[in-house]
């Protein structure tokens, strides 16, 4: 796809996600900064912030662990030892149990919510952590993304639902 036709269906992907009452209600919202091919999330992003929400997204510890941190209108960010840009200054963390809502990059989708991530497992092991569908975690993806089965590990953990610029998707089941 064109950068162009990227940021056409992650627009119509959006417009899908506003009409959901989880983004809605979500306050605090973990999120991404679009690395590759993933979905684009700057006007994702950009419209949380409008809507006074609070936007958390991934960094990378020493230890290989994903935390979310808060990203404020107009914050700085780099690149880390990835590639992926990620805040420069680093704000509050946000623990997984109290974000509302977390929108998941992936370069793969398959009908039963299982994912391809680019290979590290960080979002993985993140949602090992999560009890329950809480918060509730979605893929932000293209519909060309879809596949008929993303291979799975013990550890790969499903997703709740993936919107796309053709609407929610939700799993059929495993």
Request: glycine share 10%.
């Amino acid at each position: 796809m064109s950068p162009a036709q990227k940021n056409a269906a992650a627009a119509r992907a959006l417009r899908h996600l506003q009409g959901l009452r989880m983004w809605q209600h979500a306050r605090h919202i973990g999120l991404y900064l679009a690395y590759a091919s993933e979905t684009p999330t700057d006007t994702l992003i950009a419209l949380a912030h409008q809507q006074h929400k609070q936007v958390y997204v991934p960094r990378i510890t020493g230890e290989g662990l994903m935390q979310m941190h808060e990203l404020r209108a107009h914050d700085p960010c780099h690149r880390n030892g990835y590639g992926i840009r990620e805040p420069r200054i680093t704000r509050p963390i946000r623990p997984l149990r109290q974000l509302d809502l977390l929108l998941i990059p992936l370069i793969g989708f398959d009908p039963n919510g299982y994912r391809l991530g680019t290979g590290g497992g960080f979002y993985d092991r993140y949602l090992a952590r999560r009890v329950g569908h809480h918060p509730p975690c979605i893929g932000w993806a293209f519909h060309l993304q879809l596949i008929p089965a993303v291979p799975r590990a013990p550890w790969d953990q499903p997703l709740d639902g993936i919107i796309t610029e053709r609407g929610m998707q939700w799993p059929t089941g495993s």
